[in-house]
């Protein structure tokens, strides 16, 4: 199922003025896995909601396929919607609990109670919790309490499933495998599937698309690599992945880092002044004297999984910027090093 | 090098001689009181209850007893007992239902919606803890007696509610109203609607989900408030008295019968009266023992 969102607009009674929603437009194909990421208060769970019905935008449309869905009840639009703390019934069984949407259905839609048995035993399979039919939420864990939701909003045949955080109250280790796993399970399924994270790492790991909001707006729609290689905005750049930036200003046709001529072609002909963002695998850590070399000074040294990092004070203009440090070069706190920038975004000053 | 059950001898030697050897230091926990002080608060506590709520118990049965079983239960049988029982019964059924329809009501938009006076509502919730019985009681005069507010108009259309049936039930109303939903709010409070969301996005429809999924997740907090709620609406006194006019074998329930007969020295009636009462607040206190440790089982449940 297509979605087409167009200009949203949702603001809260009692909100601080900015609306939650502010003109929010976004395309979402059929069958794909697109992640809603930002910040808390960026609006992320609000647009989810809004999808799904259980919020009503003050302004703006939203199609399912080619109907106007605006307007449906959260009951007509048939959305599959997955909470992060789960909301499973807890006077339910599992098997229950995935069977409750078809056992609330009028007699003419509801399946035979075999045939209703039949798909809750498929469904537990799925999620691989076969022998699990009969217990309660209370007695699984968390991970496990999480499929069985997704099974019970894959029991209704929603024609979107939508997730709000669905990782956010597990631990790292289950997060990992339930990240797979789920990538797995759209495979399989091919529902168009929304999903709201404030993780980067797993909105780029995860998703076909990732759609990234900011104070109410979407800052840029793309694939994970356009999003983490072409950052749209200052934004968009500090918020997925690492980075850090640096003053600089064009003149004569070139960079400039204070007194350094940076070796980054550059195509503007007027003097400008912005901002040069960098990952930490823009910026070398070289010799002092060696070309193109800029001094800088180290102000930390952490290590971090098979990488060490460093942390660097660039000509004393900018705050420290991660770098990733060779294992074999021998570095302490203090030192006085050159850094050589290859490359990097800029960005002019606002 | 000794082993390690010489090792246990020794220390088990140690302990059992005292502290000298210092090499075990037996502590209380830090939090811990005394032996002395431990044995006068618990002294207290029970002398305490045994003083003011089991000898007042156990006195209720041996007066209602001492003429006699035969004495018991035509005491009981009296035509005046009978009605008094009917009557506090009649007035419980009306009651206890209406207050868990309003208490239900009252809970759900207080703990589910965001509106305007919702902490107005909140202290109105609670209002019937904080005023004397009496002072209610007095309320409905004012409001519905002869002289009061609508006395003319009920006159004319011949509605009577002070020193009649409807105005024990107005008042006992009013009085046990805030026991189902002062149980109710926090429980629903906390439980928030996200279980109503995913109800309603499984395509259940209000009422659906009202049945299958909110009730069934306050039921026991429910089932306790009705309980609470049933043992006061049978149990009031001040205003019912106020309202009721005592009349007797019509308007006086069993409280108000007790007093009735207490006042005319018939102390074996009144305390056979008050057994039942008595039998009754028994009951309710078991039954809510056994909901407490299933109510507290769920609230373990949900915890982790």
């Known amino acids: 199922m297509r979605i087409s969102i167009r200009n949203i607009v949702k603001a809260f009674e009692g909100g601080l003025g900015r609306p939650a929603l502010n003109g929010v437009s976004l395309d979402i194909r059929s069958g794909e896995l697109v992640a809603l990421l930002g910040p808390s208060g960026s609006g992320k769970t609000t647009l989810l909601r809004v999808i799904a019905g259980l919020e009503v935008a003050q302004s703006g449309t939203l199609l399912f396929g080619d109907e106007d869905a605006s307007d449906m009840s959260v009951q007509e639009r048939k959305v599959g919607f997955v909470f992060q703390h789960y909301a499973l019934f807890r006077h339910l069984t599992v098997a229950d609990n995935i069977a409750f949407g078809l056992n609330v259905r009028d007699r003419a839609t509801r399946p035979p109670p075999a045939e209703i048995r039949r798909r809750v035993d498929d469904l537990l399979e799925l999620v691989q919790l076969?022998?699990?039919g009969k217990r309660y939420p209370a007695q699984l864990s968390g991970g496990q309490r999480q499929r069985v939701a997704l099974a019970r909003a894959l029991a209704v045949e929603p024609r979107v499933l939508l997730l709000d955080e669905p990782f956010g109250a597990l631990d790292a280790q289950v997060r990992r495998d339930l990240r797979r796993w789920l990538r797995d399970i759209h495979h399989r399924t091919g529902h168009t599937t929304v999903f709201v994270t404030h993780d980067q790492e797993e909105a780029l790991e995860l998703a076909d698309r990732v759609a990234v909001l900011s104070g109410g707006k979407v800052e840029q729609v793309g694939t994970p690599d356009e999003i983490y290689d072409t950052p749209a905005s200052p934004f968009v750049y500090r918020f997925v992945g690492e980075s850090g930036s640096v003053p600089v200003e064009f003149r004569d046709g070139r960079m400039w880092l204070g007194k350094y001529a940076l070796p980054i072609p550059t195509d503007f002909e007027s003097s400008q002044a912005g901002d040069l963002f960098l990952r930490p695998q823009?910026?070398?850590?070289?010799?002092?004297?060696?070309?193109?070399?800029?001094?800088?000074?180290?102000?930390?040294?952490?290590?971090?999984?098979?990488?060490?990092r460093a942390e660097i004070s660039i000509g004393g203009v900018s705050g420290p910027i991660e770098t990733v440090a060779l294992p074999q070069a021998v570095l302490s706190v203090g030192e006085e090093v050159g850094v050589r920038i290859r490359k990097g975004q800029f960005f002019p000053r606002a | 090098m000794p082993d390690a059950s010489t090792i246990l001898q020794q220390n088990a030697h140690v302990a059992g001689g005292g502290t000298t050897a210092g090499t075990t230091r037996r502590r209380a926990p830090v939090t811990g009181e005394g032996p002395v002080a431990r044995?006068?608060?618990?002294g207290v506590a029970i002398a305490f209850l045994s003083l003011f709520l089991l000898l007042p118990l156990v006195v209720v049965f041996v007066e209602a007893l001492r003429a006699g079983a035969g004495a018991y239960v035509a005491a009981l049988t009296e035509p005046d007992a009978v009605a008094a029982i009917q009557l506090t019964l009649m007035v419980a059924a009306i009651a206890v239902p209406l207050n868990l329809v309003f208490g239900v009501a009252a809970a759900w938009a207080v703990a589910k919606f965001e509106f305007p006076g919702k902490s107005f509502l909140v202290s109105l919730i609670d209002l019937p803890f904080s005023v004397s019985p009496v002072v209610a009681g007095l309320v409905y005069v004012l409001l519905f007696g002869a002289q009061g507010l609508f006395g003319g108009w009920m006159r004319?259309?011949?509605?009577?509610?002070?020193?009649?049936?409807p105005g024990i039930v107005l008042a006992t109303v009013f009085v046990t109203f805030p026991f189902i939903a002062r149980e109710l709010i926090p429980l629903m409070e906390e439980q928030g609607t996200g279980d109503e969301e995913v109800a309603m996005t499984l395509g259940a429809s209000g009422l659906q989900t009202f049945w299958r999924v909110t009730l069934p997740n306050i039921r026991f907090a429910l089932l306790y408030g009705v309980l609470l709620c049933n043992a006061r609406a049978m149990g009031e006194f001040g205003a019912v008295a106020v309202v009721s006019g005592k009349i007797r074998g019509y308007t006086t329930t069993m409280p108000l019968h007790v007093e009735i007969l207490y006042n005319e020295y018939n102390s074996v009636a009144a305390f056979a009266v008050a057994s039942v009462l008595a039998l009754l607040a028994l009951v309710t206190l078991v039954a809510k023992v056994f909901l407490e440790s299933r109510y507290s089982d769920e609230l373990a449940a949900r915890s982790h």
């Open chain 2, 156 to 165: 004319e259309n011949g509605v009577e509610i002070i020193f009649a049936v």
């Open chain 1, 282 to 308: 823009d910026v070398e850590i070289v010799e002092r004297e060696a070309p193109d070399a800029v001094a800088a000074r180290i102000v930390g040294l952490r290590r971090s999984g098979a990488t060490r």
């Open chain 1, 130 to 132: 076969a022998s699990y």
């Open chain 2, 39 to 42: 044995a006068v608060l618990i």
